[in-house]
């Protein structure tokens, strides 16, 4: 059974900084492309970064520069590091797995706003 757990919201002010973390069971997630999507109020959930077992990663254009996707496979973790928040980027965060066959985790609140 999969089973991701998202931590590291919460609200920040605009240019602040969070990091986002997803621990990862009942996959074999060194083998799993991990990512990243989000959804804001009134609008559809957008994948916003993944990365593929080689560490190759990719983001959507609204967060390249500002956000780092990383993972750990010793630990089954995946991270989200996002610098130079706007309030654009308020959204709840969704951990997502694709092994394939994809799953979400129950998703994060975060809040930018001064």
């Known amino acids: 059974q999969v089973q991701l757990v998202e931590s590291g919201g919460g609200l920040v002010q605009p240019g602040g900084s969070l990091k986002l973390s997803c621990a990862a069971s009942?996959?074999?997630?060194?083998?799993?492309?991990m990512g990243w999507d989000r959804q804001a109020p009134g609008k559809q959930r957008e994948l916003v970064a993944t990365?593929?077992?080689?560490?190759?990663?990719n983001y959507v254009d609204s967060v390249k520069g500002r956000f780092t996707i990383s993972r750990d496979n010793a630990k089954n973790m995946v991270y989200l590091q996002m610098n130079s928040l706007k309030p654009e980027d308020t959204a709840v965060y969704y951990c997502?797995?694709?092994?394939?066959?994809?799953?979400w985790g129950q998703g994060t609140q975060v809040t930018v706003s001064s």
């Open positions: 997502r797995s694709y092994c394939p066959g994809s799953s």
């Open positions: 990365t593929a077992t080689g560490g190759i990663t």
């Open positions: 009942g996959i074999r997630f060194s083998f799993c492309v």
